[in-house]
């Protein structure tokens, strides 16, 4: 199993994990330049020294370790239930918006709080350089690593779309923000036609 730790882990980017079940060996892909014995030209072969080459990354490690801890206090439940609250305002704000097309199920139940978008006309990037340069508001476009899904979408042909992905320090304030915006977009481009 592997993770990210800037995700909901809430550590700093350059920093996951990889959890390997008892008894699996992980094949070597470099070897020599450990930490533990650096004259030895083959790698340990015991977790974790098997697979760790150079220096650790102690900074991001204490990151992801203060972030891990901080959503333990929090508790996941409670985050999840506070971004799926903004997400489902997030939504129904967006959906009433003319020439806004959503990407996304109407149940949100299997959902997590991350909204794909396109303002019709506009190209992914257009609408989140306008988000950024004149609204302040920070937002993913593109293809998000994911290009067969933008295929499937119908999507890749305007170079993604919009992603604005709800945290745990989004406030209400910031969903309506974003709503205005969109809608101010959206009707720019309407007028423009």
């Known amino acids: 199993l592997c993770f990210t730790g800037h995700k909901s882990m809430m550590g700093p980017t ?4 990889l959890y390997v079940g008892e008894g699996v060996k992980v094949r070597h892909t470099r070897a020599g330049g450990t ?12 977790y974790p020294f098997r697979l760790e080459y150079g220096t650790v990354n102690t900074v991001g490690v204490a990151g992801l370790n203060a972030g891990v801890k901080w959503v333990m206090e929090r508790g996941v439940e409670d985050i999840h239930r506070h971004e799926m609250r903004l997400m489902q305002v997030l939504r129904d704000g ?11 199920q109407d149940d949100l139940a299997n959902h997590i709080a991350v909204l794909l978008f396109n303002v019709e006309g506009l190209e992914a990037g257009d609408t989140g ?13 593109g293809l998000h690593c994911a290009p067969r899904v933008h295929e499937q979408l119908g999507t890749d042909k305007i170079h993604g779309g919009v ?10 304030a910031h969903i309506e923000k974003a709503i205005a915006a969109v809608r101010e977009i959206a009707a720019a481009r309407a007028r423009a036609v």
Do not use: K
């Open 14 to 17: 350059g920093i996951g994990g």
């Open 163 to 172: 992603r604005f992905g709800i945290g745990p320090f989004n406030t209400d």
């Open 129 to 141: 350089t306008m988000l950024d340069v004149d609204h302040d508001i920070a937002c993913r476009t």
């Open 35 to 46: 930490g533990v014995r650096s004259a030895q030209r083959t790698h340990l072969d015991e």
């Open 94 to 104: 967006l959906r009433e918006i003319p020439g806004v097309r959503l990407y996304c």
